[in-house]
T-cell receptor
């Protein structure tokens, strides 16, 4: 079983749509959680941290359910520029030791 | 924000040659840096943790004699792929730890695309 699992997609959605990505992780001792965005042939860039209380940044909302070991990302009012691969990332322990990456979910937003 | 640079951005070399990749933290010091490798359509895989002033820590299955890591200063780590072969062709990315939103995370360099002929 992979440590971080994501639906690879692709998700093909029209502009303005709402899209949700899910992720599960296997290590219950994981301490930190993130969503990164990776454009084709580029490095990953931090999109947002994820907290149990849920957090929102503009059109993006992230949620963590520790009991279910489940992380989600909701994108509202999709833009063409949102097209990318979204990586679910889990920190394996306290501090900055080892980020475990999911394989990513591809999103394609079309006009 | 934090900036991590990598050089070169792209390398094409012949089989058997060695390739050196540099990773620099530009506006902060990093006693630890991380080296990842990403094959097409796969996730980033951690290769090793680079530690300033001490030996690197390699992940299981990564050959330390093939992937030489040197953390020469608080802002520079280098990865040398020795005797490169076509199967080493990949996207190599370094990162440095940073605090974001109260959580320790990592910022990534722009990556180095290595093609071994």
């Amino acid at each position: 079983r992979k440590e971080v699992e994501q639906d690879p997609g692709p998700f093909n959605v029209p502009e303005g749509a709402t899209v949700a990505f899910n992720c599960t992780y296997s290590n219950s001792a994981s301490q930190s959680f993130f969503w990164y965005r990776q454009d084709c042939r580029k490095e990953p860039k931090l999109l947002m941290s994820v907290y149990s209380s849920g957090n929102e940044d503009g059109r993006f909302t992230a949620q963590l359910n520790r009991a279910s070991q489940y992380i989600s990302l909701l994108i509202r009012d999709s833009k063409l520029s949102d097209s990318a691969t979204y990586l679910c990332v889990v920190g394996s322990s306290g501090g900055y030791n080892k980020l475990i990456f999911g394989a990513g979910t591809r999103l394609a937003v079309h006009p | 924000g934090a900036v991590v640079s990598q050089h070169p951005s792209r390398v094409i070399c012949k089989s058997g040659t060695s390739v050196k990749i540099e990773c620099r933290s530009l506006d902060f010091q990093a006693t630890t840096m991380f080296w990842y490798r990403q094959f097409p359509k796969q996730s980033l895989m951690l290769m090793a943790t680079s530690n300033e002033g001490s030996k690197a820590t390699y992940e299981q299955g990564v050959e330390k004699d093939k992937f030489l890591i040197n953390h020469a200063s608080l802002t520079l780590s280098t990865l040398t792929v020795t005797s490169a072969h076509p199967e080493d062709s990949s996207f190599y990315i370094c990162s440095a730890p940073f605090l974001a939103g109260g959580q320790d995370t990592q910022y990534f360099g722009p990556g180095t695309r290595l093609t071994v002929l």
